[in-house]
């Protein structure tokens, strides 16, 4: 299993920014998906998550009704929607991909995931 992050860059205070996670592997579609990130001399936190069915999301507190993650089975890929973007989200995001978990799970913890991809940079500055 091997999971590619992209779509970080350089962005302005209240801009948005896409990134994406593609998964290689044919049992994508039976994976629940993260995105965490981890600021500089910070843990690594919980971002967001979709759940293997597509249909429950779940999202931090910081980030909830500015980000949106969705999944393309069909595309073995996972994106995450970033909308009015803030200084305090500058950060090294990474994808995950949770096994065995419910049809409706959206794990939320670092532990709960198997697989991690390398992490793309996601910097918001004027």
């Known amino acids: 299993v091997q999971l590619q992050a992209s779509g970080g860059g350089l962005v302005q205070p209240g801009g948005s920014l896409r990134l994406s996670c593609a998964a290689s592997g044919r049992t994508f579609s039976t994976w629940a998906v993260g995105w965490f990130r981890q600021a500089p001399g910070k843990e690594r936190e919980f971002v967001a998550a979709i759940s293997v069915s597509s249909t429950r999301t779940s999202y931090a507190d910081s980030v909830k009704g500015r980000f949106t993650i969705s999944r393309d089975n069909a595309k073995n890929t996972v994106y995450l929607q970033m909308n009015n973007l803030k200084p305090e989200d500058t950060a090294v995001y990474y994808c995950?991909?949770?096994?065995?978990?419910?049809?409706?799970?959206?794990?939320?913890?670092?532990?709960?995931?198997?697989?991690w991809g390398q992490g793309t940079l996601v910097t918001v500055s004027s």
């Open positions: 995950a991909a949770a096994m065995g978990v419910t049809f409706t799970g959206t794990p939320r913890r670092i532990e709960d995931y198997n697989y």
